[in-house]
T-cell receptor
Framework: GESVGLHLPTLSVQEGDNSIINCAYS??????FIWYKQESGKGPQFIID?????DKRQGQRVTVLLNKTVKHLSLQIAATQPGDSAVYFCAERANDYKLSFGAGTTVTVRA | DGGITQSPKYLFRKEGQNVTLSCEQN?????MYWYRQDPGQGLRLIYY???????QKGDIAEGYSVSREKKESFPLTVTSAQKNPTAFYLCAGLTGIGGYTFGSGTRLTVV
């Protein structure tokens, strides 16, 4: 079946630098994408979303970019902080009721 | 506080024993979901329910059962048929914009 995947399982970034987390998806019919952040021992939390009719969306310190031509989604975190250390998942809406998740990227922020 | 409430946070199961994980919500979600997460892995769908008194199997339903007698409640039973139940279990509800709100999870360990 089609699935959402992430390019790298881990990312180490210096505090204060920008982080870029990538995700490739395979379902060209997906119309809605979400990034989640999961801290150790907790449930995933919504970060930002984007619909397929958009290329870019900005939040507080985060930006999501969508390239439908190559089926690529990315999350950019500006001025990465220690509290940004977590696992980040991308998700795509495959139909009205279900999301498909990638395996996640573990981000570690170095002091 | 509104949200998805999972209990208990930690649960221990003996070999051959059935255990039930609780998931309660006060967000008026119609659709609810159960996911399993293994260390370093993504989320795998166990069961989901779109409306009361209806539910469907996900990708890894064997050894699990659910019920949806009330809109607010979607308990998951891990049966003795599930041979490798040690994992982190997440319950989620579908929001109006198409994403999920997650609970804080239950960590199940076989002893």
């Amino acid at each position: 079946g089609e699935s959402v995947g992430l390019h790298l399982p881990t990312l180490s970034v210096q505090e204060g630098d920008n982080s870029i987390i990538n995700c490739a998806y395979s379902n060209s019919a997906s119309d809605y994408f979400i990034w989640y952040k999961q801290e150790s021992g907790k449930g995933p939390q919504f970060i930002i979303d984007i619909r397929s009719n958009m290329d870019k969306r900005q939040g507080q310190r985060v930006t999501v970019l969508l390239n439908k031509t190559v089926k690529h989604l990315s999350l950019q975190i500006a001025a990465t902080q220690p509290g940004d250390s977590a696992v980040y998942f991308c998700a795509e809406r495959a139909n009205d009721y279900k999301l498909s998740f990638g395996a996640g990227t573990t981000v570690t922020v170095r002091a | 506080d509104g949200g998805i409430t999972q209990s208990p946070k930690y649960l221990f199961r003996k070999e051959g024993q059935n255990v039930t994980l609780s998931c309660e919500q006060n967000l008026n979600h119609d659709a609810m979901y159960w996911y399993r997460q293994d260390p370093g892995q993504g989320l795998r769908l166990i069961y989901y329910s779109q409306i009361v008194n209806d539910f469907q199997k996900g990708d890894i339903a064997e050894g699990y059962s659910v019920s949806r007698e009330k809109k607010e409640s979607f308990p998951l039973t891990v049966t003795s048929a599930q041979k490798n139940p040690t994992a982190f279990y997440l319950c989620a509800g579908l929001t109006g914009i198409g994403g999920y709100t997650f609970g804080s999870g239950t960590r199940l360990t076989v002893v």
